[in-house]
């Protein structure tokens, strides 16, 4: 990566194993270097320099009464749609692939909006330095599937890390994940339903068929129907701390 395309800031915060591909994909042009280095800046979700927890709502100029994260925003379609329909919540969308981030950028831009923060490094050091139940949903929408078996461990959906969306969701918080990969479909589902935490919300046998409420959609799911793979809606809510099932 050249000095020109990086982006502004401090040095990645990758950890030993990446849930993440490229970092970098077609070389950026003048607006977008643009935007990186004047925008990005402003808008970046740093870490403190020591272990003190991150308040998610101080990120913000006036504190948002509720905070979203996306795990993975791709090109940020969903995310830049979410912040739009609803300016008075506070959205952190987490995705190191700088081509995507450029495009949420050009969205922020584009729509003066005011309530997203970007965390352009790997999410997991973000999650670990969260507080508890600080959150009141979080997304992961059609993430890498890793389909080769060897691959399978870099899957972001692992017990550890349903634990700890548990952990820093507020009770009754809702984890939204989406995916046209029926094997990661139920990757997933097996995961949640040991996680002690999270209850999957369904109610009738098609409801992982019906996209969320409120749904934008995202490029990666009309790509998806368009291949005609149909996708996989789940959401889990956490359960309120000291009705924790004994899954």
Known sequence: MSEMSRPPGPVAEEPERAFFGRRK????RGEQER?????????????????????????????PGAVWLEIGFGGGEHLAAQAAAHPDIGFIGAEPFVNGVVKLLAAVEAR??????????????????????????????YPDPWPKRRQRKRRFVSDASLAEIGRVLKDGGLFRFASDIDDYAGWT???????????????????????????????????????????????????????????
């Open 189 to 247: 589902l097996v995961r949640a339903a040991r996680c002690p935490v999270l209850t999957w919300t369904a109610q009738r046998a098609l409801d992982w068929t019906n996209a969320f409420q409120g749904w934008p959609g995202t490029r990666y799911e009309a790509k998806a129907l368009q291949a005609g793979r149909r996708p996989t809606y789940l959401e889990f809510a956490r359960l309120p701390r000291g009705c924790e099932s004994s899954a």
């Open 25 to 28: 994909g077609k070389r950026l």
């Open 35 to 63: 935007r990186l280095a004047e925008l990005l800046p402003g808008l970046r979700v740093t870490l403190p320099p020591d272990d003190r927890p991150l308040d998610p709502r101080t990120l913000f100029p006036d504190p």
């Open 112 to 141: 003066g909006l005011r309530n997203i923060r970007i965390r352009d490094e790997d999410v997991t050091a973000l999650l670990a330095r969260l507080p508890d139940a600080c959150l009141d949903r979080v997304y992961l929408l």
